[in-house]
T-cell receptor, first 114, second 112 residues
């Protein structure tokens, strides 16, 4: 099992450019998440998908869109990148909503917006 | 947003020393998890505590959930360089908003 995979690992964009971050999991998990991690701020939830076909906003959704393509894949799109979106982006998945369920994280995408 | 505050933000100690990291909130959580993150990787779950007052041990790491389920601590005994990393607490709020809230993290460096 590969777990949670993310592409690309690194990306540099110019202000105004668009891009899509890809995420896939092979654990048959229902829930998938996109977080951003900035120094001193932990992980902040951007969007999540509790099940295939549903998506919901998290704490910091502005400037992002998501697509739950199927049960395995959950993509994050930046339509017009801004320097404030420079961050490390993590995708995660979780089997269900039980209090003890673990979230499994991908290795992250390091995005720089110039 | 349910706020989780971690302290200290940075900690640098010598091998063999003991340390405690704190995770505090004014909100009640159904459960609390601790993750460890190494450079260039995503966080990995260490433990989940669910019951108020619960204590769990993982080798030299001891995790405690506060009686009121608003706070938690991580104690490491005889720290080793392999313990170096970013430690994150994450709480699952009580009620209908069932998404994890992460603390800001504690960067631990254990010097040989």
């Amino acid at each position: 099992n590969a777990g949670v995979t993310q592409t690309p690992k690194f990306q540099v964009l110019k202000t105004g450019q668009s891009m899509t971050l890809q995420c896939a999991q092979d654990m048959n998990h229902n829930s998938m998440y996109w977080y951003r991690q900035d120094p001193g701020m932990g992980l902040r939830l951007i969007y999540y998908s509790a099940s295939e076909g549903t998506t919901d906003k998290g704490e910091v959704p502005n400037g992002y869109n998501v697509s739950r393509l199927n049960k395995r894949e959950f993509s994050l799109r930046l339509e017009s990148a801004a320097p404030s979106q420079t961050s490390v982006y993590f995708c995660a998945s979780r089997a269900g909503t039980s209090v003890s369920y673990e979230q499994f994280f991908g290795p992250g995408t390091r995005l720089t917006v110039l | 947003t349910q706020l989780l505050e971690q302290s200290p933000q940075f900690l640098s100690i010598q091998e063999g020393e003991n340390l405690t990291v704190y995770c505090n909130s004014s909100s009640v959580f159904s459960s609390l998890q601790w993750y460890r993150q190494e450079p260039g990787e995503g966080p990995v779950l260490l433990v989940t505590v669910v019951t108020g007052g619960e204590v769990k041990k993982l080798k030299r790491l001891t995790f405690q959930f506060g009686d009121a389920r608003k706070d938690s601590s991580l104690h490491i005994t005889a720290a080793q360089p392999g313990d170096t990393g970013l430690y994150l607490c994450a709480g699952l709020p009580s009620g209908s908003a069932r998404q994890l809230t992460f603390g800001s993290g504690t960067q631990l460096t254990v010097l040989p």
